[in-house]
T-cell receptor, first 113, second 112 residues
């Protein structure tokens, strides 16, 4: 089954404790992206990747890192989480560019205390 | 960067009526405009999209129109059904098609 998976689905952590949210797709997609969703703000793009070792900033990259060492994986790293990073995070992928259909993962709900 | 505004934020319609959601964008170089539906507790799913070289696109009960001159695009849902109840997001891409800017969402309720 073609899918985008994220882990963990729920996470409670404390300020400053490094964490990684994993994203994996099995569709051989070139393009992957991370978004955060906050009430009243819609979705905002954090980072995107056009291919292995090619990443670039989205609209709200501060406080986040990403890597794309393999085509199928695109982890989101919060090196020193802060409460304002409490949010619902979605990973998405599409075949070539973002203008092909983007398939979203199930989301990761993060609470930073 | 791009700024996408979406209206209304909430919309209630009677089953069978039409619903229209409107979005405006600021960057004339934007060239791809998807619409997503997000049911409660679920992930966003693409329902229709339109590219800048097309003025209108239709898929059964759903249609999207684009006015490049005025920099606005709209989602039209006809013959609404209760299962259309969800939050709808519009988005606009950067010229390269890699960066995306979303509207703040419209919560649509279809009353049976």
């Amino acid at each position: 089954e073609a899918q985008v998976t994220q882990n963990p689905r729920y996470l409670i952590t404390v300020t400053g404790k490094k964490l990684t949210v994993t994203c994996s797709q099995n569709m051989n997609h070139e393009y992957m992206s991370w978004y955060r969703q906050d009430p009243g703000l819609g979705l905002r793009q954090i980072y995107y990747s056009m291919n292995v070792e090619v990443t670039d900033k989205g609209d709200v990259p501060e406080g986040y890192k990403v890597s794309r060492k393999e085509k199928r994986n695109f982890p989101l790293i919060l090196e020193s989480p802060s409460p304002n990073q409490t949010s619902l995070y979605f990973c998405a992928s599409s075949s070539w560019t973002g203008t092909e259909t983007q398939y979203f993962g199930p989301g990761t709900r993060l609470l930073v205390l | 960067g791009e700024n996408v505004e979406q209206h209304p934020s909430t919309l209630s319609v009677q089953e069978g009526d039409s619903a229209v959601i409107k979005c405006t964008y600021s960057d004339s170089a934007s060239n791809y405009f998807p619409w997503y539906k997000q049911e409660l507790g679920k992930r966003p799913q693409l329902i229709i999209d339109i590219r800048s070289n097309v003025g209108e696109k239709k898929d059964q009960r759903i249609a999207v129109t684009l006015n490049k001159t005025a920099k606005h695009f709209s989602l039209h849902i006809t013959e609404t059904q209760p299962e259309d109840s969800a939050v709808y997001f519009c988005a606009a891409s950067s010229e390269t098609g890699n960066q995306f800017y979303f509207g703040t969402g419209t919560s649509l309720t279809v009353i049976p």
